[in-house]
């Protein structure tokens, strides 16, 4: 059973500040997914990472891939407030119904 | 916006009576997905369908059913709601190409008293 951990699941921060959010999952897998929540809102598409060494960049956000470590990271550079929100990594387990499995969600405040 | 949209987007039930909620799509995509949301545990998948009349459960299926008559909607049933149904409730579509994302409609909030 694939298990998707996200640490740490909440983070306050200062503005201006660098920080990484981690995402290790349990079995292989070459697709992972990044999203945002506001809260009361829906989730937004961040990245989509689909090999190995994979490496997106959105403004102030970047997502990178080591499918041999089972490991993504999303680092956050020079924080801005707008930032905060809800963010989720989740892994393709491989199967045809492009199922995928969730972390539990990392809570981002970036203080002022 | 992928064309998604849920309804209703809030509802209050009391336990005991049967709940449907529904999601439709404009954009004829084939696969469909049901979500439940709650604090501490993500996003956990209750039902998905890969075509019209095909359906599989997920990792929260109990208590819950669906149907799909139509490319354009997936329906989800709490045939007898209870108080550990109350979620947050989303559904997600993706497109047919393998790799990509799943896009979210907007969520129904269901609180069963």
């Known amino acids: 059973e694939l298990k998707v951990e996200q640490n740490p699941l909440f983070l306050s921060m200062q503005e201006g500040k660098n920080y990484t959010i981690y995402c290790n999952y349990s079995?292989?897998?070459?697709?992972l997914y990044w999203y945002r929540q506001d809260p009361g809102k829906s989730l937004e598409s961040l990245f989509v990472l689909l090999s190995n060494g994979a490496v997106k960049q959105e403004g102030r956000l970047m997502a990178s891939l080591d499918t041999k470590a089972r490991l993504s990271t999303l680092h956050i550079t020079a924080a801005v407030h707008d930032l905060s929100a809800t963010y989720f990594c989740a892994v393709d387990i491989g199967t045809r119904d492009d199922k995928i499995i969730f972390g539990k969600g990392t809570r981002l405040h970036i203080l002022p | 916006d992928a064309g998604i949209t849920q309804s209703p987007r809030h509802k209050v039930t009391e336990t005991g009576t049967p709940v449907t909620l529904r999601c439709h799509q404009t954009e004829n995509h084939r696969y469909m997905y049901w979500y439940r949301q709650d604090p501490g545990h993500g996003l956990r998948l209750i039902h998905y369908?890969?075509?019209?009349?095909?359906?599989d459960k997920g990792e929260v299926s109990d208590g819950y059913s669906v149907s799909r008559s139509k490319t354009e909607d997936f329906l989800l049933t709490l045939e007898s709601a209870t108080s550990s149904q109350t979620s947050v409730y989303f559904c997600a579509i993706t497109p047919t190409a393998q790799g990509l994302e799943q896009y979210f409609g907007p969520g129904t909030r269901l609180t069963v008293t």
């Open positions: 369908s890969y075509g019209v009349k095909d359906t």
């Open positions: 079995t292989t897998s070459d697709r």
